[in-house]
């Protein structure tokens, strides 16, 4: 008898939910209290009329684990509706960083360099050091990220993902 795993994939999940105290707190103990790990967690107000929050989640399991996910935050009592963005469809994703690389002699041109490849801007700049703020999916912050260490990474500071489905309709 052969027993197929099933392979964990990286899911983005958007949750609009009521824009009201110990929300966050409960889509937040819903994954520590089954021990579903958050990669990223964004969230902010998106329709102030209707007060309606947007939780972004970008989580990892098994086909399995991504579905009980679903079913357990749509359960929550606050919880208007609960997409799979990677499941449903094309959808864009974006991240912000601002990362903080020391800055001196040729160490200063080759961080420049490679920031104007990346499009990253500077957004402050002393004799020693840069902050760059970089703009893109995970994949390229990543990236990014990885070419300044040699070069004296001292911070990072990233936002998480946001996300939104393509197309006319809407969550």
């Not at 684990?65 to 499941?87: M, N």
Request: glycine content about 8%; proline content about 3%.
């Amino acid at each position: 008898m052969t027993t197929t795993l099933r392979q964990e994939t990286r899911h983005t999940i958007s949750v609009l939910v009521d824009n009201e105290a110990g929300v966050l707190a409960r889509v937040i103990g819903l994954f520590s209290g089954r021990g579903y790990n958050i990669e990223s967690l964004t969230v902010a107000e998106v329709d102030l009329r209707e007060k309606l929050s947007r939780i972004t989640i970008v989580t990892i399991g098994t086909p399995m684990i991504i579905e009980q996910i679903k079913a357990q935050l749509g359960r929550l009592v606050p919880v208007q509706k609960v997409s799979d963005l990677t499941a449903e469809g094309p959808h864009v994703e974006r991240e912000l960083a601002l990362i903080k690389v020391k800055g001196v002699g040729e160490t200063r041109r080759e961080a420049l360099q490679i920031a104007d490849i990346f499009r990253a801007r500077v957004v402050d700049s002393t004799h020693e050091s840069f902050v760059f703020e970089i703009v893109g999916n995970t994949g390229k912050l990543d990236a990014f990220i990885t070419l300044m260490e040699p070069l004296g990474l001292i911070e990072i500071s990233r936002t998480g993902v946001v996300a939104i489905a393509r197309g006319s309709q809407p969550l």
